[in-house]
């Protein structure tokens, strides 16, 4: 590189002397010619010396161009063949025409001429583009792929691909996706009603078996497990342990429900577990808030919280009603401040408002009232299963009316009005989505379980899956609203109504707290035969609701019925049918499909308890209570949706024989 430089250099002071000797003939030539005519023998000495010289340096500088092209071919072809990436050269069938030395290294057996390039992985060579960076495996090994797309005006025949062994990228890779830390949260359901009357001992032998679990569980692991409390505990473990107890199905649920205290109650955990976080603090986030669900859905399940949601093990159980009232009474006090800081008040359920949901609307109507604020119940009448409810307080001269239409109320609403909403906390089934978009504060009532979409903005949450009812609930925050809270006749007749409605006449789900809401709204004056008047229906209705019952099927002790007619009053008449299927001996389960107005397909599930319904309507898009659920499906026939509501019993059934691996209880699981 230094001679050609130098040589570089020679010619331009060649080319300087030729044009200054010819410069400076010319200028002799001009003043003395006989001067000019002596020097032009040396003038052509000299310059044929130099033409020569500039000669020789051009055919050098030529032959050195063409000795560098010949080198640099030659390194080219030596670079791709000793090139550390494998590289092959594929035509336009997909069949290896050329390989370097590192692809013969790496794949000695898919090397020869001719050979299909899919040996070694999925390729189309007609659309080489696409895999581009496309990651593969190939034995041991792991790959990355690099696709030499050619330009326009090169020929199309040939592909160059190039192989990057990223194998320990892709090992560390899975390593830090294995060892990233998952927060694990135990809670033991109502421990302080479990213990309650023990014995110390008893009490010490309860809490040594419940840590020795949780200590058996943890040693499984490489985590660490610490007690926070005497009912609460915290675990913190590694990824790869946690795909293994998540396909046991966290089997430490059911061995837990095999400690019981005193002999007639067993322990139930509840769990929360939080993964994917980018760092611990957040995955302890995750925790708690799937910790939050578990409880919410009724306790004695696993919650699983990840970035793309919520996953739910378990939940067999009926949990255990909680008797302490404290968590009422701190309730109703913060209701009754924002009631107060409030200029009016709209009180709404869901759509298609049962007794419930409007019962518990006008309970907290009326009492607000009493306080001296302006309240109303919102409710659509055209589409309310409770017209019996409404049409017992009509409009009345001079007074304000009890309920206002929805489109009133958002019409009416200001910024400074609370919204409650009573018996829901899924806002895609609220009476009014408009209204609820309006209100800056929103209070929650409710006792169904948790699910994953609810009222996340709500400044009180108030939700207990113990209770049996909304109108419970109610009943228990009004006994802390003082004299307000003491109602006529009439209004706690529409509590009562909502009472009996959810517990099948005090069969269903009915605690030590449901009596004694039932006492207090009997104190007020609620009699028992008017609300069982509310009950009643027509002769048509009543000869619906058994042709439902007589076409109904038993399938796994579950019995469905699918509904082939429409009728205006299925919404009111299927509930019916399927509390009366829960009557057939070897039951479990019953289910009601019909069709609604907007060709939707409608599911009434109920059950004695043995059978969890909400976690079978869950898979269908639904939800509820263990012994009271509901879905609907879009887009089908009634008998598709049958056999969708088959599936989903075939799953939950098989969900229940993984979980108990083969124990007793699985000879006993239905068959078809």
Excluded at 527 to 552: C, G, H, M, N, P
Aim: aromatic residues 8%; glycine residues 6%.
């Amino acid at each position: 590189m230094k001679n050609f430089y130098r040589d570089g250099g020679l010619v331009i002071s060649v080319i300087a002397l030729i044009v200054a000797l010819i410069v400076s003939q010319g200028y002799i030539y001009i003043k003395d010619t006989n001067i000019f005519w002596i020097s032009v023998p040396f003038i052509v000495l000299i310059g044929g010396f130099a033409a020569g010289k500039l000669i020789q340096v051009t055919r050098k500088t030529f032959q050195y161009y063409a000795r560098i092209d010949d080198e640099l071919e030659s390194k080219k072809q030596l670079s791709v063949h000793s090139f550390p990436m494998a590289a092959v050269i594929l035509d336009n069938t997909g069949r290896i025409v050329w390989t370097n030395d590192k692809f013969t290294e790496e794949f000695p057996d898919c090397c020869e001429y001719g050979m299909d390039i899919k040996q070694i992985a999925d390729i189309q060579a007609d659309d080489i583009a696409k895999y581009d960076e496309k990651v593969i495996r190939y034995n041991d090994s792991v790959y990355r792929l690099y696709a030499r797309i050619p330009h326009e005006e090169e020929a199309k025949e040939l592909n160059l691909l190039f192989f990057k062994n990223i194998t320990e990228f892709s090992l560390l890779q899975t390593e830090k996706k294995l060892s990233q830390p998952v927060v694990i949260l135990f809670i033991v359901d109502g421990y302080e009603e479990l213990i309650n009357g023990s014995l110390d001992s008893e009490k010490a032998h309860v809490s040594v078996q419940i840590d020795k679990l949780l200590e058996d569980f943890v040693a499984q692991t490489t985590g660490v497990l610490r007690k926070n409390s005497s009912d609460r505990f915290m675990a913190v473990i590694e990824e790869r342990h946690l795909a293994k107890i998540l396909e046991g199905k966290v089997e430490i649920l059911d061995k837990a429900r095999e400690i019981f205290v005193n002999d007639r109650l067993n322990v139930t955990l509840s769990i929360g577990i939080g993964r994917t976080g980018k760092t611990l603090k957040e995955s302890e986030q995750f925790a708690r808030q799937a910790l939050e669900m578990a409880l919410g859905r009724g306790g004695d399940q696993a919650a699983v919280k990840t970035r793309n949601g919520f996953e739910f093990y378990g939940g067999v159980s009926k949990g255990i009603e909680r008797h302490t009232k404290v968590k009422t009474r701190i309730i109703a006090n913060s209701l009754l401040e924002l009631v107060d800081n409030a200029d009016s008040v709209y009180i709404m359920g869901h759509r298609f408002s049962d007794l419930d949901s409007v019962g518990s609307s006008i309970g907290l109507t009326c009492a607000i009232r009493n306080l001296g604020k302006s309240a109303w119940a919102v409710c659509d009448y055209e589409a309310s299963l409770a017209k019996t409810l409404i049409n017992r307080f009509p409009p009345e001269e001079n007074e304000e009316p009890l309920f206002i239409s929805p489109a009133q109320a958002v019409e009416n609403i200001t910024e400074n009005s609370l919204l409650i909403i009573c018996d829901t906390h899924n806002p895609n089934i609220i009476e009014s989505p408009e209204l609820y978009e309006k209100a800056h504060k929103v209070v929650v009532i409710d006792h169904h379980r948790k699910m994953v979409n609810y009222i996340a903005n709500a400044v009180i949450f108030h939700h207990e899956p113990y209770a049996s009812s909304a109108s419970e609930m109610v009943t228990e925050l009004l006994q802390y609203f003082g004299d307000a809270g003491k109602l006529r006749a009439v209004q706690a007749e529409c509590l009562l109504a909502g009472i009996m409605l959810d517990t099948k006449n005090f069969v269903m789900k009915t605690g030590v707290r449901t009596f004694e809401a039932a006492a207090v709204l009997r104190k007020m004056g609620a009699d028992t035969i008017t609300v069982k008047k509310l009950f009643s229906s027509s002769i048509d209705s009543y000869k619906r609701k058994t042709q439902i019952v007589s076409e109904a099927e038993i399938y796994r002790k579950c019995a469905i019925a699918p509904c082939n007619f429409y009728a205006d009053d299925l919404r009111i008449v299927a509930p019916q049918a399927a509390d009366e299927l829960l009557t057939i001996k070897n039951v479990d389960a019953s289910f009601v499909l019909y069709k609604t107005m907007n060709s939707e397909i409608s599911i009434s599930a109920r059950s004695m308890g043995e059978l969890n319904v909400q976690l079978i309507m869950e898979a269908l898009g639904g939800g509820g209570h263990q012994t009271m659920a509901g879905a609907q499906l879009k887009g089908m026939s009634v008998n598709e949706a049958t056999e969708k509501l088959k599936k989903a019993v075939d799953d939950y059934y098989l969900s229940l024989i993984k979980s108990n691996n083969g124990s007793a209880e699985q000879k006993s699981m239905p068959s078809v």
